[in-house]
C-alpha cells in the first residue's frame, strides 16, 4: 500500500530536484522507437508493489526516454513551461478527483473554471461579459467552435488560411465540411481581399500566431466579412494569446471582440501544464444549442442545468483544470505573466539578431513574437541534416516549418528557465555542427 505522506514526499522531492537538473539532461529522449517498451514487462504484477518501485523505474526506465519539455534549452515547436503553482494544483486536483459532469457533482470546479476564465480574459483585454470555459487541447476547442457554427448557421464550409493549424483542416474532416484555403501575402497573413464568397462560409477561422512562423491575421477585416457574410468567426490565438497580458503586443487582438469565439491555450504560453486550452465565447447560446444533451439521470433543476459545462462542449466529465489556472494566475499575477513573456520576446529578439549578423545564415520569416525563422544558406538537404544533427546531439531542441516553399529551421523560445547562456549555447551548436556538414 501507498503511505501517501512517506511515498509523497519522495514523488516531490523528484520532481523538485528534476527541475533543478533537467537542464543537464539531453532534450530530446536519446532513444529509438520501440525501445522503452521493449524494457518494460508484458503485464501488470499480480500484486501491488510499494510506490517506491514506481520512482525508482521512472529514473531507470522511462527517463531515457523523455524529451524534456521542461528543458531550458527546448526550443522546439512552441515551447511551455509548467510552473510550480500549477504542478501542485495538479496534484491537488487529483486528490479531490472532481468529476464535473453537472454543476452539482463540482460547483467549486464548475465555478472557479467561470472565475479563471473571465480573470484572464481580462487579463488579456478579451470583452467582458464573453462565456468562457476549459477544452483539452486547442484542436478540442476549435472543434467546438466549428460544432457551434455549423448548428448556428446551417452551413457547410470552413474557411481558414493556408497557414491554418492542420487542427481547423481536422475538424472539417471529422465533421466532413468542405475546408476552403485563403492565400496569404508575403508575410504569411490570410489575404483579407482574398476571402472570396463566404456566404457558404459556416466558420471562418482566423489565426492570431500562426503555427509556422507567428504570422497575425488582420481580425479587423475578417470580422467585417464574416458580420456581412452571417459566418462564425473563430480566432485561433493558441500560442500569441497569452503575450496579449502585455500591452504591447494588444495590437495583435485588434478586431477579436468581433470574434464569435477564441481559443487561447493556457498549456502553451501561460506557465500552465497540459492540457487547459481555454475557449471563450460571446455566443454561449449557440455552443449549448449545439451540445446541450441531457439524459435522464442527469436531470437537475433549469437553474442548476444551465451551470453545467458539460453543455457547452463534447465531454460530459471535465477534470478540475480551473485549479492549476487559478494557483497560474494567484501566484504569478499579471506582472509573472507579463515577464516571463517579455523574457521570452527579449530572447528570440536576441537570438534573431545573431542570426542577422552571421555570414552564412538567413532569417526566413518577420519575428513577431518569440519564434524566429532562419536557415543555413544552401540547400533545403543541408538544413535538414543540421536540424537532425543539432537534435541528436542534446545539446538543444529544434524543430522546423516550411515557408514559402522552402524548409527553415524554427526556433521557439517559451521555457521560462531558458536564458541568455541557454541561447548562446543553442547558437554555438548550431554553428559548432553546421561547420561539420
Ligand atoms: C495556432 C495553433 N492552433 C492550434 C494548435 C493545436 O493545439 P493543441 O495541441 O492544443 O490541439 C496549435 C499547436 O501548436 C497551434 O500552433
Not at 92 to 102: D, E, K
Not at 347 to 373: I, K, M, N
Request: with cysteine; charged share 20%; glycine share 6%.
Amino acid at each position: 500500500m501507498t503511505d501517501l505522506r512517506a511515498d509523497g514526499a519522495a514523488a516531490l522531492e523528484w520532481a523538485a530536484a528534476y527541475l533543478e537538473r533537467v537542464g543537464e539532461l539531453p532534450v530530446l529522449a536519446q532513444v529509438a522507437p520501440g525501445e522503452i517498451r521493449a524494457r518494460l514487462p508484458d503485464s501488470a504484477p499480480e500484486e501491488g508493489e510499494p510506490f517506491a518501485a514506481v520512482l525508482r523505474d521512472l529514473d531507470e526506465v522511462l527517463l531515457a526516454g523523455v524529451t524534456h519539455w521542461q528543458h531550458p534549452r527546448y526550443f522546439a515547436y512552441f515551447a511551455t513551461s509548467a510552473s510550480e503553482p500549477a504542478i501542485l494544483a495538479e496534484l491537488l486536483a487529483a486528490t479531490l478527483n472532481s468529476v464535473s459532469i453537472l454543476w452539482r457533482t463540482a460547483p467549486a470546479a464548475t465555478e472557479l473554471e467561470g472565475v479563471v476564465l473571465d480573470w484572464t480574459a481580462q487579463l488579456l483585454g478579451l470583452p467582458r461579459g464573453w462565456h468562457g470555459h476549459i477544452e483539452d487541447s486547442a484542436s478540442t476547442s476549435t472543434l467546438a467552435a466549428v460544432i457551434a457554427a455549423r448548428e448556428a448557421t446551417g452551413r457547410d464550409q470552413v474557411v481558414c488560411s493556408e497557414q491554418a493549424h492542420s487542427s481547423v483542416h481536422k475538424a472539417a474532416r471529422m465533421l466532413g465540411l468542405r475546408l476552403r484555403q485563403v492565400p496569404c501575402d508575403d508575410e504569411l497573413r490570410m489575404r483579407a481581399d482574398a476571402l472570396g464568397d463566404l456566404s457558404q462560409a459556416a466558420a471562418v477561422v482566423a489565426t492570431v500566431g500562426t503555427t509556422a512562423s507567428t504570422a497575425v491575421d488582420p481580425v479587423e477585416q475578417i470580422a467585417a466579412a464574416c458580420r456581412r457574410a452571417g459566418a462564425w468567426l473563430h480566432v485561433d490565438a493558441a500560442y500569441a494569446g497569452s503575450a496579449m497580458v502585455c500591452p504591447e503586443f494588444r495590437w495583435a487582438f485588434a478586431g477579436v471582440e468581433h470574434a464569435d469565439s477564441v481559443v487561447v491555450n493556457a498549456h502553451k504560453w501561460m506557465l500552465t501544464p497540459m492540457d487547459c486550452s481555454l475557449l471563450w465565447s460571446r455566443r454561449p447560446e449557440d455552443l449549448r444549442a449545439a451540445f446541450s444533451l441531457i439524459p435522464e439521470y442527469l436531470r437537475t433543476p433549469d437553474a442548476e442545468d444551465a451551470l453545467s459545462l458539460s453543455e457547452y462542449g463534447p465531454a460530459l466529465g471535465r477534470r478540475f483544470r480551473a485549479l492549476k489556472l487559478w494557483a497560474v494566475l494567484r501566484c504569478h499575477g499579471r506582472a509573472g505573466l507579463q515577464a516571463q513573456i517579455r523574457q521570452a520576446v527579449r530572447l528570440a529578439a536576441t537570438f534573431q539578431a545573431w542570426v542577422d549578423g552571421e555570414p552564412g545564415w538567413e532569417l526566413c520569416a518577420q519575428r513577431t513574437f518569440s519564434v524566429v525563422c532562419f536557415r543555413l544558406e544552401g540547400s533545403d538537404e543541408r538544413n535538414r541534416e543540421l536540424l537532425e544533427a543539432v537534435n541528436r546531439s542534446g545539446e538543444i531542441f529544434i524543430s522546423h516549418a516550411v515557408l514559402h516553399g522552402r524548409y527553415v529551421l524554427r526556433l521557439a523560445v517559451g521555457n521560462w528557465r531558458t536564458s541568455e547562456a541557454d541561447l548562446a549555447r543553442a547558437w554555438e551548436t548550431l554553428r559548432r555542427i553546421s561547420s561539420r556538414l
